[in-house]
């Protein structure tokens, strides 16, 4: 359903939350921001329960809006595990969408569940609008680029990583949908043991590893997990997409331990 947003005198906060409650039918009694004070928001509209609303925020633009619907529309199409669209007004813009599961993993995630459902994701597919060809994950940053123009520090590892990989090919393959920006937060959990990936606005085409080397790099920088498998090549893209230092010291020397390893397989011969 698409839903039109309404003209007036109101803020645009006040016509988004009016346009909800068209959209969904019935009066919007609950907002809850879900990223800090800063949207996606979590909707509670009388009657009908909750949805979650995504609109522009400073972090988020108009483009990322329209490249979550597109997401959602070809997720639907072909059965993809993810929310389900609800109302959509690209003039606002924003969009409306159901509400998953739980983003708190479980004690003892079920890991062989995202791979599953990733694999899912992974539909043949070609760019197409909304969709573009994705080289990286979280394709909204290049902090490789950042970091080579001199706007953010760098250090003797992430140098020679960008080096390694700026000589080399892509790996050549087909390509397929991808979610872009995989890791634990965009991991709905219906239950313990069936997940959902939300949160599509840098989604697009491209090498499955783009997907497989950010959640094998954001499991080795969250819980310290081992980098088993996968794409050498596309570990490597996915830690230096990364800020130089990240939030904690731990954190930062997980990174480089994945990139390490990951460099040491290239070296040796491998992807």
């Known amino acids: 359903m698409r839903g039109k947003g309404r003209a007036g005198s109101q803020g645009l906060a006040e016509r988004i939350v009016e346009w909800v409650a068209g959209c969904v039918g019935g009066d919007v009694v609950g907002v809850r921001a879900l990223h800090g004070e800063q949207g996606p928001w979590r909707v509670t509209v009388e009657g009908r329960g909750d949805v979650v609303l995504r609109a522009v925020t400073p972090r988020v633009d108009a483009g990322m809006i329209a490249t979550g619907v597109a997401a959602l529309e070809v997720a639907e199409e072909y059965g993809v595990p993810a929310p389900r669209l609800l109302g959509v007004d690209l003039d606002l813009p924003a969009s409306i969408e159901t509400v ?24 043949p597919m070609e760019p197409r609008p909304g969709l573009p060809l994705r080289t990286r994950p979280i394709a909204v940053d290049d902090f490789a ?10 250090t003797r590892l992430l140098r020679h990583a960008d080096d390694v990989v700026r000589e080399m090919e892509p790996p050549a393959g087909p390509t397929v949908f991808l979610h872009g920006d995989v890791w634990p937060g ?10 959902v990936l939300i949160d599509w606005k840098t989604a697009g085409v491209g090498d499955p590893g783009v997907d497989f080397g950010e959640l094998r790099k954001q499991m080795a920088i969250t ?11 596309w570990d490597v ?6 800020p130089t230092v990240l939030w904690a010291k731990e954190a930062t020397e997980r990174r480089d331990l994945f990139l390490r390893e990951a460099l040491g397989v290239m070296c040796c011969g491998g992807d």
């Open 186 to 195: 965009n991991v709905a959990w219906a239950s313990p043991s069936e997940c």
């Open 237 to 242: 893209v996915a830690a230096l997409n990364t």
């Open 145 to 154: 680029r950042d970091r080579r123009e001199g706007a953010m520090p760098t």
């Open 223 to 233: 819980y310290g997990l081992r980098a088993t498998g996968g794409s050498a090549y």
């Open 100 to 123: 998953v599961g739980s983003t708190a993993w479980p004690a003892n995630p079920d890991l062989e569940r995202v791979y599953a459902a990733l694999r899912r994701v992974h539909v």
